[in-house]
């Protein structure tokens, strides 16, 4: 039958409070060591189960009491029902069943955490990227490598922004082949993450990512190859510099760090040499244009009106 909420939650509430009270008195009682951590497993088996219990057949306001409390008492105890909760329609209920699977630390959480990724609700999101920082690099660092290939373009983007957050270049293989998705916040990201790598294999594609039809993709590697100082990156920077006027001082930010600021002078005086060429070019088109448009006026034959 199911539960009715009138409630219920608070008691929940009232049950986790009661719950503290109980270990400091347990813990104050003259009893062996191995009885009192025995009869604390006990209570929190019993407190698990009923929790349980109450997710699977209450409303939104229990459920979401429930794995509340679950990530309270006993979070490795409640995978199951956490693996669950992270698929409820719920949102606060799919935020704290990730919370609680990064508690948990199992192993059979990260597949479903990594799913998650493409979560639609962003607070979600959070929470399921938190609980996957929670798991050491080896277990998650493939896991992710193979979700930038996800059909989903959230979870392949978010995969890109953690992979970053792990400062392993073992992750330099799977961003290099997210440069080339065809969604450009994946490529965004991947470019994000490779500059925070730092590892020198990814300079040839950052110079290619220069040419991204996204603005956000090209400023991402503009960055980052003023981050790697590879004197690869000069030429395809001064291009930038000259070729793209909306980048042209992060271009310029990213020659400093390369170069030093005593190595700037010939590219500005590039942008003094392009400025007067400007300049001179539109002087010569306006005075070639006046000189056709004197020529055609004296061409013109004089037209005569007639009564």
């Not at 603005?215 to 000259?242: C, E, M, W, Y």
């Not at 005086?269 to 400007?278: A, G, Q, S």
């Amino acid at each position: 039958m199911a539960m009715k909420t009138g409630g219920y939650s608070l008691r929940i509430e009232e049950l986790l409070q009661r719950l503290d009270a109980l270990k400091e008195a347990i813990g104050a009682a003259p009893l062996p060591e191995e009885e009192r951590k025995g009869l604390l497993e006990s209570i929190r088996q019993e407190i698990v189960e009923l929790l349980a219990v109450a997710y699977a057949e209450g409303d939104k306001t229990i459920r979401r009491s429930s794995v509340y409390g679950l990530n309270k008492v006993a979070p490795e105890k409640a995978v199951d029902v956490f693996l669950k909760a992270l698929r409820d329609e719920d949102d606060h209920v799919r935020g704290w069943a990730a919370e609680g699977l990064g508690r948990a630390q199992d192993a059979r959480a990260v597949p479903a955490l990594i799913r998650a990724l493409g979560d639609e609700n962003n607070y979600v999101c959070f929470c399921v990227a938190n609980a996957l920082r929670r798991f050491s690099i080896e277990r998650i660092l493939h896991p992710l490598a193979t979700a930038v290939l996800d059909p989903e373009v959230a979870v392949r983007r978010r995969a890109c922004k953690l992979l970053g957050e792990l400062c392993d270049r073992r992750a330099t293989q799977p961003l290099l082949q997210a440069l080339k998705d065809p969604d450009p916040d994946v490529r965004y990201e991947a470019t994000e993450a490779l500059r925070k790598l730092a590892d020198p294999l990814a300079v040839p594609a950052l110079i290619a990512a220069l040419q991204d039809q996204s603005r956000d993709v090209r400023s991402a590697a503009v960055a980052a190859l003023g981050v790697f100082k590879d004197r690869q990156a000069i030429g395809p920077l001064v291009r930038v510099v000259l070729e793209q006027r909306d980048l042209r001082y992060l271009a310029l930010e990213a020659l400093r760090a390369i170069c030093g600021e005593e190595c700037l002078g010939p590219v500005l005086n590039m942008l003094r040499i392009e400025k007067r060429l400007v300049a001179e070019t539109t002087a010569s088109i306006i005075h070639l244009m006046e000189e056709e448009s004197r020529g055609s006026s004296e061409e013109k034959p004089f037209l005569s009106s007639e009564v």
